[in-house]
């Protein structure tokens, strides 16, 4: 053998590099600036994204990937240590590797503030126990009519109502018709979601369990917990208590993403930042997903590339903080495949799974008939916070958005009065700007302007040429209609004062 055909020395696994103090020192800042998002409005109004909370944490991430030639970085933080990859596929290597060593604890939540919080335990399901596609419409209709009618007299979502409808539709698709009336489990789930991790959790989740029996007992089998108890003649199959945890957690990922990820595609189709349902769902979830920030904690050692991770390490996943340094800018021109659902690399931004979820990419798909269903009757309105296609925000939380949902059915102009819902006053919003109120009084000023115009049309009927008493009528009509046309200039003018 010639000194050319010698193998290679295998490299000894080395420790992760660890962060200079001044390097924790801004890296806890960036992480404690995200308690306070007014700071961004001075830097995005002049157009100075890099001093953006994002903007700056970026070019610190950017900074620790020049100088650790990308390789994942040990960070001490007041919130705890962490390993922190600095590339997106780095993080799914990473996290993948240890997950086939066995080597990870369940993950949980980090919010912006740096507290922890439960995340809804991963359990795999079956690709074919979902509901397909073309079933999912009929499913869908009677709770999006629901959703649609409650809509305020100015077009505008109640946060409460919409997330009321989305719950109720969520416990249709994943658990059937019945369980769509058991408003009490979407509770219990919530309950037992937020203890994961936590002493309290066994007991909680034992509650859940019996909360799902009856539906589990007597499964719709138009429902996926029908169509998950169906298949085979495996133990899954047989025994609804083995489902259980998997229907859970798609029930949980699904009633999130039509809560909250439904609403965000809605604010993208209004701003045009979007070209379909399917893939404003997809450039939600990849924008903002709904676990923005996670902690894998490490209970053995295990060897991924050449770096040894010990037990005990907290490896922390931000896919949001990473899109900017991975080339990912811009959205997928074509958002609608199999991976569509997950974040860069596969990573599900709905779940804690270390690796891909299927149930993810289910929810994904509910969510995008939603919209698309809901799409097809009315036309989205962003009311609040205002931004543009080419001006999307970093950060986009639900609890913030205002959408208003406009007929697509033309006025009348045929003489006929259009008669709407009355006017009603909206109730202020977590987060509510003047701008809000200025938005919705321009839409408010449009509705008396097509009203203004219907009335014209009937004053212009023949059928009040009969007699003098038709005459009065007319009259009355028009008067009716020009105070409604002084009232729209009002209003638009008032909308204008709040908007400049």
């Keep these: 053998m010639t000194t050319a055909d010698a193998p290679l020395p295998a490299t000894a696994p080395r420790r992760p590099a660890t962060a200079w103090p001044l390097e924790n020192a801004l890296f806890s800042a960036a992480m404690a600036a995200q308690r306070l998002p007014w700071v961004d409005a001075p830097a995005r109004a002049l157009g100075l994204d890099l001093l953006t909370r994002d903007g700056a944490t970026r070019a610190l991430l950017g900074f620790l990937?020049?100088?650790?030639?990308?390789?994942?970085?040990?960070?001490?933080?007041?919130?705890?240590?962490?390993?922190?990859?600095?590339?997106?596929?780095?993080?799914?290597?990473?996290?993948?590797?240890?997950?086939?060593?066995?080597?990870?604890?369940p993950a949980v939540g980090l919010t912006a503030g740096g507290e922890r919080y439960g995340l809804s335990p991963h359990v795999p399901l079956p690709r074919d126990?979902?509901?397909?596609?073309?079933?999912?419409?009929?499913?869908?209709?009677?709770?999006?009519?629901?959703?649609?009618?409650?809509?305020?007299?100015?077009?505008?979502?109640?946060?409460?109502?919409?997330?009321?409808?989305?719950?109720?539709?969520?416990?249709?698709?994943?658990?059937?018709?019945a369980a769509a009336q058991d408003t009490l489990l979407s509770e219990v789930l919530a309950a037992a979601t937020a203890a994961a991790g936590t002493r309290s959790y066994e007991g909680r989740a034992e509650a859940l369990r019996r909360r799902l029996a009856p539906h589990l007992a007597d499964p719709d089998p138009a429902s996926l917990t029908g169509r998950l108890l169906a298949r085979g003649t495996g133990r899954e199959a047989a025994d609804p208590d083995a489902a259980a945890p998997a229907v859970a957690h798609a029930l949980a990922l699904v009633s999130q993403a039509c809560a909250d990820t439904v609403l965000q595609a809605l604010a993208l189709l209004a701003v045009g930042a979007a070209a379909s349902p399917e893939a404003a769902v997809a450039e939600a979830l990849r924008r903002w997903p709904p676990v923005a920030a996670a902690v894998y904690p490490v209970r053995s050692d295990f060897v991924w590339q050449d770096l040894a991770v010990e037990a005990g390490t907290e490896i922390l996943r931000v896919p949001g903080w990473l899109r900017g340094l991975d080339g990912e800018g811009l959205p997928d021109p074509a958002p609608a495949g199999p991976?569509?659902?997950?974040?860069?690399?596969?990573?599900?931004?709905?779940?804690?799974?270390?690796?891909?979820?299927?149930?993810?990419?289910?929810?994904?798909?509910?969510?995008?008939?939603?919209?698309?269903?809901?799409?097809?009757?009315?036309?989205?309105?962003?009311?609040?916070?205002?931004?543009?296609?080419?001006?999307?925000?970093?950060?986009?939380?639900?609890?913030?958005?205002?959408?208003?949902?406009?007929?697509?059915?033309?006025?009348?102009?045929?003489?006929?009065?259009?008669?709407?819902?009355?006017?009603?006053?909206?109730?202020?919003?977590?987060?509510?700007?003047?701008?809000?109120?200025?938005?919705?009084?321009?839409?408010?000023?449009?509705?008396?302007?097509?009203?203004?115009?219907?009335?014209?049309?009937?004053?212009?009927?023949?059928?009040?040429?009969?007699?003098?008493?038709?005459?009065?009528?007319?009259?009355?009509?028009?008067?009716?209609?020009?105070?409604?046309?002084?009232?729209?200039?009002?209003?638009?003018?008032?909308?204008?004062?709040?908007?400049?």
């Design 339 to 500: 991976s569509a659902a997950e974040g860069a690399c596969g990573m599900p931004p709905l779940c804690g799974a270390p690796t891909g979820c299927a149930a993810t990419r289910f929810a994904a798909l509910v969510a995008g008939h939603v919209v698309s269903a809901l799409t097809e009757a009315v036309r989205p309105l962003l009311i609040a916070p205002l931004f543009t296609a080419d001006r999307l925000p970093d950060t986009l939380d639900p609890r913030t958005l205002v959408v208003a949902l406009e007929d697509r059915a033309a006025p009348p102009d045929d003489g006929r009065v259009g008669v709407t819902l009355p006017t009603a006053v909206p109730v202020s919003a977590f987060g509510y700007a003047p701008a809000a109120y200025g938005a919705l009084a321009h839409a408010s000023a449009d509705r008396l302007e097509r009203h203004a115009q219907s009335l014209a049309a009937c004053a212009g009927n023949s059928g009040w040429n009969a007699d003098e008493e038709g005459e009065r009528y007319r009259t009355a009509l028009l008067d009716h209609a020009e105070r409604c046309a002084r009232a729209a200039d009002g209003v638009r003018r008032a909308a204008k004062r709040l908007t400049d």
């Design 65 to 105: 990937r020049r100088t650790r030639s990308g390789r994942p970085v040990q960070l001490r933080t007041p919130f705890g240590p962490f390993l922190l990859p600095l590339a997106a596929a780095d993080a799914a290597g990473l996290l993948a590797a240890s997950d086939e060593a066995g080597a990870l604890a």
């Design 129 to 177: 126990a979902a509901v397909p596609a073309a079933e999912l419409g009929a499913l869908l209709a009677e709770d999006v009519g629901r959703v649609i009618a409650a809509r305020r007299g100015d077009g505008t979502l109640d946060r409460s109502d919409w997330q009321r409808g989305m719950l109720r539709l969520s416990r249709r698709v994943v658990a059937g018709s």
